[in-house]
């Protein structure tokens, strides 16, 4: 049994410990939610006398209270939130040593890609990028020195779905810690620590916090020890996020589950407009049977997203930025995961610290248009997408 899945004696499904999962009222005055404790530093009544509570770089109630909440919705034992994705990236990367190997998807969030080589490459870490629809071409990568597997499923931007379970077994069978970007699935579809993973880490900015108003990060494993070395590097590195952060994304996480079954509903509508649409050449979307890895998405996810990719016929950059131009209930913006609908250009804006080259090898391509599905009525999303395109 993990922790904080427990409430008396009922154990909580996950709807329910979106709202409870490790979370008490507060104990000053029984607050229901968490007091934003903006404070940096707590009283002492002797050296060493303090009621847990120190300085807020090392530890802060109300990033508690959301830490226990992640280490919850995600059935781990430990949560670790900071100050933005990447800065939960750049704490497991500094798990390692210099000489080892990472082995990464090829395909994957641009910033994620940017950490790796333009950061970690210089401190002698070795970065693998494989395409990993098909877990054996990760096993030709692994040698004495591979420490780490990355996977993000569904990737960005090209949906492509990675097998968890099956990685996890090979990353078991050579004793390499497997992480998982659950982003762009979220808990409420997809579990990777109940899959085998390690590590799971969320850009906690999108569909966790849910309303495009606060940056933050997010780890959660199961292991004691892995969960000390992660919060020392939390501590002695300290990119941690501050308190009102964390009680607007603890507070994003109580209608996780609310917003997720409308975002996969109008997910499913839009995809499906697009790949019936006479000007639409190519439609990513993990939920089409057609996706080569559908049957894996069908397995590992409770449904299939509101994320969803799409190349306009004969796949010409001009038409690709006309439609994201005209577009107006879909606003053209960075991010992902609130409540509004976004359109992005990946090309030009969430992957362009990746070279053009290796890039397109992943289909990545100039006339690439990215979606972010909201919440909104699916007929008005649609009817945006009809004037856009037409
Ligand atoms: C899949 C994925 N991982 C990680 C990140 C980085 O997170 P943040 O922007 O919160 O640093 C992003 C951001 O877009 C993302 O989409």
Redesign the pocket.
């Known amino acids: 049994m993990y922790r904080n899945l427990v409430m008396g004696k009922i154990q909580l499904k996950f709807n329910s410990r979106t709202i409870h999962g490790g979370q008490a009222p507060d104990e000053a005055y029984g607050a229901v939610m968490p007091p934003i404790y903006q404070t940096s530093t707590y009283a002492q009544s002797t050296p060493g006398g303090h009621k847990g509570y120190e300085y807020s770089r090392s530890a802060n109630p109300t990033r508690t209270a959301l830490e226990n909440s992640l280490a919850s919705i995600e059935n781990g034992n430990y949560g670790l939130a900071f100050?933005?994705?990447?800065?939960?990236?750049d704490a497991v990367i500094k798990l390692l040593s210099p000489g080892d190997e990472v082995i990464s998807t090829s395909d994957?969030?641009?910033?994620?890609y940017r950490i790796f080589k333009k950061i970690f490459e210089k401190f002698g870490i070795v970065f693998h990028f494989v395409g990993m629809q098909d877990t054996g071409e990760i096993a030709k990568h692994i040698s004495s020195k591979t420490k780490l597997i990355w996977v993000?499923t569904p990737?960005?931007p090209m949906m492509n779905i990675i097998d968890i379970m099956s990685v996890s077994q090979l990353a078991r069978k050579h004793r390499i810690l497997l992480a998982v970007?659950n982003?762009?699935a979220t808990p409420y579809l997809q579990l990777p620590l109940d899959l085998g993973a390690d590590i799971v880490?969320?850009?906690?900015?999108?569909y966790l916090g849910g309303h495009s108003d606060v940056?933050?990060?997010a780890l959660v494993v199961r292991d004691k020890e892995l969960a000390d070395q992660l919060y020392f590097i939390q501590n002695a590195s300290g990119a941690v996020c501050g308190p009102m952060d964390s009680f607007l994304v603890l507070r994003g996480i109580k209608t996780l589950h609310v917003r997720m079954q409308r975002h996969c509903e109008n997910g499913r509508a839009v995809a499906e407009y697009l790949v019936n649409h006479p000007k639409i050449e190519k439609v990513f979307w993990p939920g089409f049977p057609e996706h080569p890895n559908h049957e894996v998405a069908k397995s590992q996810m409770k449904d299939f997203g509101g994320m969803i990719s799409f190349v306009p016929k004969g796949g010409n950059y001009q038409d690709a930025i006309k439609i994201v131009e005209k577009l107006q209930l879909f606003t053209l913006a960075?991010?992902?995961?609130g409540v509004e609908s976004l359109a992005g250009h990946p090309a030009s804006m969430?992957h362009a610290s990746i070279p053009k080259e290796e890039r397109e090898k992943s289909g990545v391509v100039d006339a690439l248009i990215r979606l972010s599905v909201g919440i909104e009525d699916k007929e008005d999303l649609i009817e945006d997408l009809r004037q856009a395109i037409e």
Do not use: C, P, R
Not at 108 to 112: E, K, P
């Open positions: 100050g933005s994705g990447l800065a939960a990236i994957l969030y641009g910033g994620s993000e990737t960005n970007d982003t762009f880490m969320h850009s906690a900015t999108k940056v933050l990060g960075e991010s992902l995961g969430t």
